[in-house]
């Protein structure tokens, strides 16, 4: 099978960059490891800026979100029983988040492909790539039990931290940086209506956060240790952990409900440069994981798959690949402030093993200093609403 883009990987980013491409009559063909059931299934962020919503309007792919979703204009981080109340809305002349589920997102955009006829292959595991410092690249893959070849003017590298592409670039070609945290994220989906607000709370007994995922669904979190086992946190356990660490006190503010998932994630922060080797080029999380304090995985997806959509444009319409040459340079400026940025709301909410009374102290006074600064209000929701994208 012969493609001008081969993506591996039907995550966000392999997903929008094939649709940005089709928009720009450049065909390719999309190779992912999972079926559709279990890709369509993956529980992760649901906090969209505004250039990721605007990037499906665009694509004609927000019919479900304009019904579905909700909007955020605020936030609340909690400590010692006081409130940080930041007014994202009102601190950035009117911007806000979007509240829709990455899965939804997915299924969205799978859904839109395949109704269009365009080649997504599930359950096709790639096992190779080759001729990547060459004209024509090659991948093998294995599907349905044969070995098969698909030959592509350029490959697309989409495919998540544990993916073949990232390691198929020669070590001495990457630069690694790397910060794994000591402890993890338990998460749970609960059938039972969210709280007011997006809230974080730093707690002595460790970070909490309440977040929505619809009306009826709530998303929440617990900081635990980076290796516990979700089946030791019964129902009764997790309630009653997120009430004490949300300070809710008289158990009135959150409602409890079925719990119907739960996962344990650990925590990293994860950039690799550059994010292009010949003919490769590296997209989300195979090149970059931010911690998700701060929700900007699928939104960092998102602003790659343009970038490159843009470079390969150029290339098949003009011949000029210059703005491919860019594309590592361009995102890896809006990858690093949003590491930053990730990190620092990290370091702020999260009750660290290491830290010494006096670290802690520091810590709770950072808070404090936040909850009386306009101007330290206005950093924080600047960012979380999504920094401009940068394409040139």
Known sequence: MRTQVGIIGA?????????????????????ESRSRTYVEAR??????????????????????????????????????????????SGLTGG??????G???????LIAARLAAGDPVIFEAEAVALEGLDGDHPVIRYRHNGNEETLHCDFIAGCDGFHGISRPSVP????????????FAWLGVLSHSPPIKEMTYTNHDRGFALCSRRSPQVSRHYLQVGPEEDPDNWSDARFWEELHVRMFD???????????FQKDVARLRAFVASPMQFGRLFLAGDAVHIVPPTGAKGLNLAVADARVLARGLADHYRTGSDERLA???????????KTVRYSTMMTGLLHKF????????????????????????????????????????
Do not use: N
């Not at 911007?95 to 829709?100: A, E, N």
């Not at 990455?102 to 969205?108: A, I, Y």
């Open 102 to 108: 990455q899965q939804e997102v997915v299924k969205d």
């Open 249 to 259: 006190d008289d158990r009135a503010e959150i409602i409890e409900g079925e719990i």
């Open 171 to 182: 070590q001495d070609a990457l630069t690694v940086y790397d910060r794994l945290y000591d």
């Open 353 to 392: 093993p290491s830290h010494t009374p006096f670290e802690r102290e520091l810590q709770l006074a950072e808070l404090d200093y936040i909850l009386g600064s306009r101007a330290a209000q206005t950093t924080i929701a600047e960012q979380y609403v999504g920094l401009p994208f940068e394409e040139d």
């Open 95 to 100: 911007r806000h988040v979007t509240i829709y």
């Open 326 to 336: 860019r594309y590592s340079e361009v995102c890896l400026r809006r990858i690093w």
């Open 11 to 31: 995550g966000p980013a392999g997903l929008f960059l094939a649709h940005l491409l089709k928009r720009e009559g450049i065909d390719c063909v999309i190779l």
């Open 43 to 88: 529980v992760r962020a649901g906090v969209l800026e505004l250039g990721t919503v605007e990037t499906m309007q665009a694509l004609g792919l927000d019919g479900r979100m304009k019904h579905q979703s909700m909007i955020d204009e605020s936030l609340d981080m909690r400590f010692r029983g006081r409130t940080i109340h930041i007014d994202m």
